[in-house]
């Protein structure tokens, strides 16, 4: 357990130092650097046995990661590729733990989740047409995160909730970025550091609670 506490910190600080590498140039190093704290989260819940699919999520995000480090279209497909299977992991763990019930015990869980559908099917409305013929698969991933997120609230512990939609904001900003405000924007380069805060606070937050079920 000591171990695998080592580990978890080791990501914490590799996901914090990324900041300081974020805004240089595109580089091997940095591209490694992006990809070892979610890889390094993979590796602490396999040696906590958490869930598999909890495990197989936080590696393809690290696979994700990977390739997002880079620029250009394909890498940018095969980013969103590896996130979508990730998604995939995320929604059958959440399927084979959560609770419908739950989802409609408070007036919160119900809110919340009517305020996310709204956000989300906005954000797709607002950049189909941007994204040309890639607005299919996008809008398919989008969705896919929407019904993750949903899932969430069926869960007692709301910091699973917490979790899945700082992943959602994240990923929401980071569409925003590519499809409608436009790297010359004044606000891009801010939102490049959101959007890592959100992404690896959101990868921490779900490792922590999911790895308990």
Do not use: C
């Not at 580990?7 to 996901?15: E, F, Q, R, Y």
């Not at 480090?69 to 590729?81: C, K, S, T, Y």
């Not at 929407?146 to 979790?163: E, I, R």
Request: no cysteine; charged share 10%; net charge neutral.
């Amino acid at each position: 357990m000591a171990s695998a506490t080592s580990i978890l910190w080791l990501s914490i600080a590799l996901g914090s130092g990324y900041l300081w590498i974020l805004p240089r140039d595109k580089t091997v190093l940095r591209a490694v650097w992006k990809t070892l704290p979610v890889l390094l989260l993979a590796l602490y819940a396999f040696a906590i046995d958490a869930p598999p699919l909890l495990v197989a999520a936080l590696a393809l995000g690290a696979l994700g990661d990977l390739s997002l480090a880079f620029d250009g279209e394909r890498a940018f497909i095969g980013g969103v590729a590896a996130f979508l299977l990730a998604h995939v992991a995320y929604v059958l763990l959440l399927i084979s733990i959560a609770d419908p019930s739950i989802a409609f015990a408070a007036l919160w869980r119900v809110v919340a989740g009517g305020l996310i559908a709204v956000l989300t099917l906005g954000v797709l409305v607002r950049i189909w047409k941007p994204a040309g013929r890639l607005a299919l698969p996008i809008g398919l991933y989008i969705l896919l995160f929407m019904a993750f997120v949903w899932l969430t609230l069926g869960l007692q512990n709301p910091l699973v909730f917490v979790g899945a939609s700082l992943f959602m904001l994240s990923d929401l900003i980071l569409t925003m970025r590519k499809y409608w405000f436009g790297p010359d924007h004044p606000m891009d380069g801010v939102a490049a550091y959101i959007v890592w805060v959100t992404y690896y606070a959101a990868q921490v937050v779900l490792t922590l609670t999911l790895s308990i079920y």
